[in-house]
């Protein structure tokens, strides 16, 4: 009886065990299907000369490298201190009143709203100067508080974090709303930050539905603080992210709306 009764258990454990190693299998070959990746050209017979994996067309293009005083040579000036030309108020398409500085740079006039550029743009590489004022004013999000919009729904935040701190999704870097930055990396107040941007927009169907999220990458006075994040949708103050379809769209400044103060210079683009 107790030989029976033990085989019985004994039964039921490897049967058990079957079923788990089963289950594991599968689990596992699926997950093995969605990873597999091919790449196409690859798989034909291996090559066995060097020249088998060389090729020369199409040409690469040029371009002349930038600086700390010139942007690349296929650059896109859209700011250089001149003249606000290339830009328009958002509300009502005026003229842009916020400040022309002697020193080249901008600054924006309280109250007067947001600004953007006349030009729209699909994926870019983005570079824009910007410099929170002295002396310090307010705290938490009313210090230093503006914002670049790429497609002109997305905002990168721009805000004077130094021993100011505030929710980490709506700090200086952070996609706001929705992603932090992987560091804090600005320069003391008064000084002139960099944002160096990539941006890939989302992609829609015909029906208007998103396909695919757009992603960017942002570097912070040569620090990387956003690596490849997906945009989840547009970047409101109150809400979830929205994802209405579009096309290209413009590059978008902040007014704030609380005497924040802060100044920008040196914009260029590169379309992608």
Request: glycine residues 8%.
């Amino acid at each position: 009886m107790r030989n029976t009764f033990a085989l019985s258990l004994l039964s039921l454990f490897l049967v058990s065990c079957q079923e788990k190693t089963k289950e594991a299998h599968e689990e596992t070959t699926v997950e093995t299907k969605q990873e597999v990746i091919v790449h196409e050209e690859y798989t034909q017979p291996e090559p066995t000369e060097p020249e088998g994996t060389e090729y020369y067309e199409p040409k690469v293009p040029v371009v002349g490298p930038a600086s700390n005083d010139r942007p690349p040579s296929d650059a896109i000036i859209l700011f250089n201190g001149s003249s606000f030309d290339g830009w328009m108020h958002v509300q009502d398409s005026t003229a842009v009143k916020w400040h022309l500085n002697e020193d080249g740079s901008m600054t924006v006039a309280d109250k007067t709203g947001d600004i953007r550029t006349k030009q729209e743009f699909g994926d870019m590489q983005l570079h824009i100067e910007w410099r929170s004022p002295l002396p310090v004013q307010r705290e938490g999000q009313n210090r230093g508080n503006s914002g670049v919009f790429l497609n002109g729904m997305y905002e990168i935040q721009v805000l004077d974090n130094n021993e100011n701190d505030t929710y980490v999704n709506g700090q200086v870097g952070a996609i706001y709303k929705q992603g932090p930055p992987l560091a804090m990396a600005s320069v003391p107040t008064g000084e002139w930050n960099v944002y160096d941007i990539i941006y890939h927009a989302p992609e829609f169907n015909t029906n208007g539905e998103k396909i695919k999220s757009g992603t960017v990458t942002v570097l912070h006075n040569g620090v990387l603080i956003q690596d490849h994040t997906e945009i989840k949708g547009t970047t409101p103050y109150i809400g979830w992210p929205k994802n209405p379809s579009h096309g290209k769209g413009p590059l978008k400044l902040q007014d704030h709306g609380d005497d924040s103060r802060v100044s920008y210079r040196n914009i260029w683009v590169r379309e992608l």
